[in-house]
């Protein structure tokens, strides 16, 4: 067999493979392979058609892009094709792009204008406006011809179904993605979950199956947005640069990226690639590289097309973060907590820059809903510091010994029993019991794995801050019977770490010397340093500043926290269940009596004083058929808990009472004929009382905090201080600081190295502060 035969073989096998993966991704919007292993596949077919130009036919992948419209919408044609971009995948092929347009504009010494922006991961789709409204949406197909999307288009919010302003062609046909953000997606998958329903792999495939719904309110339903990048067919004066021409689309109230840029020469484009780079998981929406476009519109037209694709533009892909690899094994660790995770063994694969070998799959809820066995080919996902996640399983791939993952019947680390949990939901009146996703070790502080896990959690950064007590350290304290408590490390001696592997005098010296420092910790960062489940450190923060002194958080009734804001009943009761536990109890005492002594302890948060009501009082009761309407009605009608538990039993004046149904009547005799239910509203109102928040407890006056209701925003490098600190810093004096920039947002503080958060402050006309001003008001209102 000749050269030529094997390269013809291994073509036609190539072009029928990345047939069949373009089908998956652009038709049935299910791909089977990630996008790293797609590249590779067309970059081979690419070159052995290079090596043997007369293999090359029209109907070959690298001459077309996409696959064939679906036939359940109508077809529309491009008339300008609707052309794919070629890619960079290092910066020698950037570089050779560069190369390429200063040689084809003879330009050997001259520097180029280029826009650049990110790509976004959606679907490209146009759409064509005339008289300044909107006629005709259609995807990309094929690059020739589309699916009519129109009906579907319509619903996406930020496209406007007649362009703004003045001065827009008759005819223009907008080039665009459409996406659906990180947050609509993850909101779009709970929900299909907490219905039953099947979830999406990525955003991408979210946005793609969205819009190729057949009943339009789906699409309506769905959380997409559209991004304009370009234009095709225009009647009428458009501006002379590809950036002028955005901005024009802006004018006419086309979205245009908010990271649009224009930069002078590829030194500048590379610049723009680190930064993007660098900001990549910070984005609202998945990004898989950036585009640089030539900028001038004329020599766009000077440097012309390829078969598919521009010369004048590029894609310079960022590393991939999916890869193919096989899962060998599963192992399951133990978390502070408890929770069994299983965690898989991969085949070392090379995701976004690096080598992967584990990847969690969280639960066994997780690991049925994926279908996943021992031995499958994966496709595997790391994002930035995120840890790597088996997201696919390749089911044609599956080897015939493939073996089911099975929960263990004993703790791997300790030999206790393993239980699965139970989910509690609380309504009116009433609590399901089902059972939950995660299995537990019983063993508790008993299992190592959880005493390391908590104590590392115990001494971390943002709780007990102990400097030096990193996870090898804490490992050999438990190991060697040191430390069986947190409360454990106040005790240690000089004596006891001195002959421990890798301590020495001074090293010694040092841990103790942490420890001590932690002895005065803010209220805020105890609570969380206990390891409460679901309270986080903002959770921690509300039940310090809210109730005032650990005293009253150990005591707090599940009811009572629920007038914290944010603090929901099943949190309270966690909470709750947490300071009622002897264990817990014990280890709180011990610390304390060991020599921590909380620090901004106090009087409860003015804010709160006399907060509650008695119609709240009795809506959160869960009396069956009273709600927040029924309970100020029996509120007005009784005036006090006791006159309410009287009237109960009253059943002709209960009968006349304004604003309760016949069944509401009822449950209400029958919650206080009960004596559970009279000592448990008894022990709500006592602790009101207790606690200053009682209707009839003194008033007090909030001592005025300087930022009271403002929302700021900490963004870029902070050189003086940590953003931590600066977040603190805002908190102690009222402010809440938000992630975002939004129209209510009172202020943006913008360090070095700021980016889209200064950017959106600019367009909305949010102050902004830089770092030396921001010092300066600190101490103003610091006095």
């Avoid at 709970?190 to 329903?197: D, F, K, M, Q």
């Avoid at 008033?699 to 201080?721: F, K, N």
Wanted: with cysteine; net charge negative; aromatic share 6%.
């Amino acid at each position: 067999m000749t050269d030529a035969q094997t390269a013809a073989e291994r073509i036609a096998r190539l072009r029928s493979e990345i047939d069949e993966h373009n089908y998956r991704y652009y038709v049935l919007d299910a791909p089977s392979v990630p996008d790293a292993e797609y590249d590779r596949l067309f970059y081979e077919l690419k070159a052995l058609e290079a090596e043997h130009p007369e293999l090359v036919t029209p109907e070959s992948p690298t001459q077309r892009v996409g696959g064939a419209a679906l036939a359940a919408f109508g077809q529309v044609r491009h008339e300008l094709p609707m052309l794919s971009l070629g890619n960079a995948f290092a910066e020698e092929d950037l570089l050779d792009f560069d190369r390429r347009v200063r040689e084809g504009l003879g330009l050997d010494g001259g520097i180029v204008d280029y826009s650049c922006e990110p790509k976004l991961d959606g679907l490209a789709v146009s759409l064509l406006y005339e008289n300044g409204q909107l006629v005709c949406g259609a995807t990309r197909g094929d690059g020739s011809t589309g699916e009519d999307i129109t009906a579907n288009v319509r619903t996406v919010r930020n496209i406007p179904l007649r362009l703004h302003g003045e001065g827009w062609p008759v005819l223009l046909e907008v080039r665009g993605e459409i996406y659906m953000p990180r947050a609509g997606f993850e909101a779009l998958n709970a929900r299909a979950v907490e219905n039953g329903g099947k979830t999406f792999a990525n955003p991408r495939n979210a946005a793609a199956g969205s819009l190729r719904q057949l009943d339009p309110k789906i699409a309506a339903s769905r959380p997409l947005e559209f991004c304009a990048y370009g234009i095709g067919r225009s009647a009428g004066e458009l501006p002379d640069s590809h950036i002028g021409i955005l901005q024009a689309l802006k004018d006419w109230g086309l979205p245009i990226s908010r990271e649009l840029k224009a930069v002078r020469g590829i030194e500048a484009c590379r610049a723009y690639y680190g930064e993007i780079g660098a900001r990549r998981d910070a984005l609202p929406y998945e990004i898989d590289g950036v585009v640089f476009k030539v900028d001038s519109v004329a020599r766009q037209q000077e440097l012309g097309f390829r078969a598919r694709e521009p010369r004048w533009a590029i894609a310079y892909k960022f590393p991939a973060q999916e890869e193919l690899t096989e899962l060998l094994g599963v192992e399951f660790q133990v978390g502070r907590t408890g929770a069994i995770t299983p965690v898989a063994r991969l085949r070392p694969v090379q995701v976004a820059g690096v080598t992967v070998s584990n990847a969690t799959l969280h639960n066994l809820d997780e690991v049925a809903r994926l279908g996943v066995m021992v031995g499958d080919t994966v496709i595997v996902r790391r994002a930035g510091d995120v840890i790597p996640q088996i997201v696919q399983v390749v089911p044609e791939r599956r080897p015939a010994d493939a073996r089911p993952i099975e929960v263990p019947p004993q703790c791997p680390v300790c030999g206790s029993a393993v239980e699965r949990t139970q989910l509690v939901r609380r309504g009116k009146g009433k609590a399901a019991v089902s059972e939950g996703a995660i299995y537990r070790c019983v063993g508790r502080l008993a299992c190592q794995a959880q005493l390391k896990q908590a104590i590392v959690h115990f001494v971390s950064r943002r709780a007990m801050d102990i400097d030096g007590l990193g996870e090898r350290i804490v490992e050999q304290l438990v190991d060697t019977g040191l430390v069986k408590s947190p409360a454990d490390l106040y005790i240690l001696t000089f004596e006891q770490l001195v002959v421990l592997d890798g301590f020495a005098e001074v090293s010694s010296n040092n841990l103790l010397a942490a420890i001590a420092a932690s002895r005065r910790p803010a209220l805020a960062r105890f609570v969380y340093a206990l390891g409460i489940p679901d309270v986080g450190e903002e959770t921690a923060k509300r039940l310090a500043r809210a109730l005032g002194s650990l005293s009253r958080i150990e005591k707090a009734l599940p009811e009572v926290l629920t007038w914290l804001p944010d603090v929901g009943l099943e949190v309270a009761h966690e909470i709750h269940s947490f300071f009622r536990d002897a264990h817990n109890r014990t280890v709180i005492e011990h610390l304390l009596a060991r020599g921590v002594e909380l620090q901004e302890e106090g009087e409860l948060q003015a804010e709160f004083a006399a907060c509650a009501s008695l119609d709240e009082l009795l809506d959160k009761l869960g009396i069956s058929g009273i709600a927040a309407t029924g309970a100020k009605k029996l509120a007005e009608a009784a005036g006090s808990l006791e006159a309410v538990i009287a009237l109960s039993q009253d059943w002709l004046s209960l009968s006349v009472t304004k604003g309760l149904s016949e069944k509401a009547r009822q449950a209400l005799r029958a919650f206080f004929a009960d004596a559970a239910g009279v000592e448990r509203a008894r022990a709500i109102e006592a602790q009101l009382r207790e606690f200053g928040m009682h209707w009839e407890s003194e008033r007090r006056s909030a001592v005025g905090l300087p930022l009271a209701g403002q929302t700021w925003v900490l963004t870029g490098t902070l050189e003086s201080m940590g953003r931590e600190q600066g977040k603190e810093k805002l908190e102690s004096l009222g402010a809440k600081v938000a992630g975002s920039v939004s129209a209510k947002t009172a202020c943006v503080v913008a360090g070095p190295g700021a980016g889209s958060k200064l950017a959106r402050a600019g367009e909305l006309g949010v102050k902004v502060l830089d770092e030396e001003a921001f010092l300066v008001l600190l101490r103003q209102l610091e006095g």
